[in-house]
DNA sequence: AATATAAGTCTCATTTAGAGACCAAAATCG
DNA sequence: CGATTTTGGTCTCTAAATGAGACTTATATT
């Protein structure tokens, strides 16, 4: 979208607000990680390690499982921890700050439960038309 | 990941649970979908024509800005109206569902706006190691 | 007369995600 | 004793999702 009017991204540059560095946007991008909630979500069970997230979220990659395991480790949400067995086995765990993140989340889950339903109405109608 | 044991996912296929259908899944790829939040939130301003949104952000193209609006669209949060003027407008407007989506979203904004000096502190720390 | 606007669609290029092979060392299985 | 499994990944190759931008058609503006 290059043929905007540019007026109300000037004036926002001209506040000296970075689009790129929101922090709305960056939470939005961790949710809309697609698998980082699920994550999350799975480890509100206890502290797991890594081939037993991957035999929890049957359709992740394991590609995608360490990045995203990564980009939480990173951001504070989830904690590494290497033990020193034969082979070395890794356990990832919520951090305070991980499971903080759960109560907003379930709000999400709960509004999701309770549409459902209507959602699927919306959906048949849209699609039959 | 194929490699896995299988046993958990046996377990709730035996339950009849449904693992794509699950509608948590549903509603975290919509909150997913990288463009559908902000465009809520937008639309929490007021009734936008196409353009008038793509302005308000920039940084989406058309090509998904019409997608996540059909999203929206058949998922019954967005309803989509067209005016026949010369030449005709389409203003998109958030359904009482659509506004609904808003309160727990901003759940998770304010936890955003709140987390995001650990989230920065946590970023350097990882990245200086 | 040339350009802009409305709301998209279409194609092509780039980015992101998924599938699965591969790693090394130790434990388990037959 | 040899074969397989398990650990937590990485790497490559392919497939899918996204972005950039040209194009449309009729009217309005410059």
Redesign the pocket.
Known sequence: ???M?LSRLEEWKAMGFDFQNCPVRQVLDHVA??WTSLILLELENGPQ???ALGRALP??????L?QSLRDLERDGLVA?EVFDT?????AYSLTDMGRSFLEPLHHMIVWAESMMPQVEAARAQFDKS
Chains 1, 2 share one sequence.
């Open positions: 979208m290059r043929d009017q990680a697609k390690r890594f081939n359709d992740i990659s394991k590609r995608m360490t590494r034969k082979p070395p086995s890794v």
